[in-house]
């Protein structure tokens, strides 16, 4: 990751150079004015930047290690007054670079900086300073500018100091740019903290290795490992590998040959993950994880996979285009090794295509370049083995002999793909409020699906394609004691155990046909109209008006929870945090939460529906879903799930920015955020 992000530095200090070639003066495209606003003994030091259309600067305070140059607005020091806390800036558009990998913190259109002082001295007196910015539009970044600028300050009447101590000034989120009048202070608030201040080293770690394409890599290496050790292709590795070695004329030939053929393997893949991702696009995907059609045709999908996988029946492609590739691999060269890959990948699709099928679903729940990213990793764990014995043909030796136990595998995947269908109808039956299958129903299905699966490991049950058992190996034991212990890991759940290893699978423990637990009906929370209980007796306002008016009531801040009822982090979020001893008090009793559900299906009434411009189409908002989707999307410029903000009773933000599961999904990083929250909101 360091190395990409140098790599990407490097680009862009060559853009930068051809842009300097070019002479286009950055004040050609932002132009900046300084004033002061004045009471008495305290100021403020104003920097009105002016950006053109489609420019944009990168604002003053960003996260650390980041790519971007912020924009800076800094006052010499003096005897003659004294700086009051930071720069402050107006709330920046928040843009996620996919090549980076990061957010970008953006202004455009007609902004102000603001840095407040007290003034020290009862004469005038000339404050200078520097500013420096960088200006970028969607195709190129323009050299850093810096430079230099003064302004005039009247002394003040130090005696009457105290009676102006209260002054505040705020900043407008949004200017029209057309306006050359004074600046409207309407609203707000200071930067959010950055991020990296608000964790531990060890936060920031996990922030690296919770990101979302890393998981899909990891576990598509790992699945391509598990499609490796099938009847379809374990076999064909001393075959592939004798092959090459005995063809070539040289061992470095033999080598250089396998390794093409893995790399052909990848070729192929990927370019199935970037079809896919150029089919439905990077964002459609993501949309499809809450789409109960697709769900649901997920779930038929990989009952069938499972099926195939126990033994009723094998999925094959079509004999002609396997005879096609395979006449093709006779060709020689590049070509001809190239469609022996080919051919290895239809003829394993068998074992492998439900594999694969499995992982581009889970892909879409990811979107972006989740296909591409998955397929890569999937193929890069196929294709090492051939390379590798092909440089150490030794080492095939040391290889188990193909038998029986490559269809136990082919079994075991079956299994746990039968366990994971039910996720997905669950997510359709939990956006539909169907209540068909309910935590207990869920977790029973899983206890028999894996039940089943470690009496096939010790042996009570056999299928089709099984060979004789003669004994069972040390690590069919071990495996199969674990799947034991998991089973017995799972009962207490139909009682209302929490099952954290789980937590975010089985539906949340409301979604219950006893949501307290098994013989405890009673709630410790007082009813409210307009609530329901999410966790843990916690109670939510379900709409931001009605959370916004009982918080005016009742004197409380209002945690805003953007959610969704197939949000698998959400659900983690909740039954890992929310319910723990320090943010369950602060939960209960400290803030009013409003809890939005961005994929509720239920229709809006008709007098509440309405029109949105969308990426330039006209979008007609119809359910309660789509009303919350489009709020957050349009209000925070933010459209993943969970988000949390803290708002005053007057619905703005208090000034400690926004938490989510990727970098508050402990105990101690959310209470931290909530309790910084709860400071300012008291301020």
Known sequence: MRALKNALIILSLFFTYQ?????????????????????NCEAYII?????????????????????????VMELEKSDKYEIIGKLLEPKPEKVHDEILNE??????????????????????????????????????CLPPYDDVFEVKVKGCKLDEESNNSEMSFVLNET????????????????????????TTTKKSEDKLTDKSLLTIFFLAFLSGFAALLTPCVFPMIPMTVSFFTKQSKTRAAGIRNAVIYGLSIIIIYVLLGTIITAIFGSDALNALSTNVYFNIFFFLLLIIFAISFLGAFEIVLPSSWVNKADSASNRGGLIGIFF?????????????????????????????????????????ALALPFGLFA???????????????????????????????????????????????????????WIGVFGVLAMYLFGFIKLPHDSPIQHLSVGRTLFGTLVVIFVI???PGLWGAPLKLISGFPPPMEYSESPRGFGNTASTVDYIEGTKIVTKDISAFLDIEDGLAYAKKVGKPVLLDFTGKACVNCRRMEERVWGEPGVIEILKNDVVLVSLYV?????????????????????????????????????????????????????????????????????????????????????
Request: with cysteine.
């Open 489 to 491: 890991y799972l009962i």
């Open 599 to 683: 994929d509720d299906k239920r229709d809006l009434p008709e007098d509440e529906q309405f029109e949105v411009e969308e990426n330039g189409k006209t979008v007609k908002i119809t359910t309660i879903g789509k009303k919350w989707s489009h709020y957050q999307s349009s209000k925070y410029k933010v459209n993943t799930q969970p988000y949390y903000l803290i708002l005053d009773e007057n619905g703005n933000e208090v000034g400690n920015g926004s938490a989510d599961y990727e970098n508050h999904g402990n105990v101690d990083a959310f209470k931290e955020w909530l309790e910084e929250g709860l400071k300012l909101y008291g301020e």
């Open 175 to 198: 200017v029209n740019t057309d306006s050359t009048e004074k600046i409207e202070e309407q609203a707000t608030i200071e930067f959010p903290k950055n991020k990296t201040e608000q």
């Open 391 to 445: 440089a150490f043909p030794g080492w095939m030796n040391s290889l188990p002999k193909s038998g029986g136990w490559l269809n136990t595998v082919k079994v075991v995947l079956g299994f746990l793909e039968l366990a994971l269908a039910f996720k997905f109808l669950s997510n359709a039956d939990l956006v539909m409020d169907w209540h068909l299958l309910e935590r207990e129903v869920f977790l029973a299905i």
């Open 19 to 39: 842009s300097s070639i070019a002479q286009i003066d950055p004040l050609e495209k932002v132009s900046w004015e300084f004033s002061v606003e004045q009471t």
């Open 47 to 71: 920097g009105k930047a002016t950006i053109v259309d489609k420019w944009h600067i990168y604002a003053a305070h960003l996260p650390e290690g980041g790519f971007a140059l912020p924009t």
């Open 103 to 140: 957010d970008l913190y953006l202004h455009s259109g007609t902004i102000a900086f603001k840095q407040k002082i007290k003034i020290l001295s009862n004469k005038k007196f000339k404050i200078k300073g520097t500013y420096s910015f960088q200006t970028c539009d969607d195709i190129q």
């Open 340 to 380: 022996m890959a080919f051919t290895l990948a239809l003829v394993s699709f068998s074992c492998t295509g439900p594999i694969v099928g499995t992982l581009l679903v889970q892909s879409a729940s990811i979107g972006g370049m989740a296909p591409f990213v998955g397929m890569f990793g999937f193929s890069l």
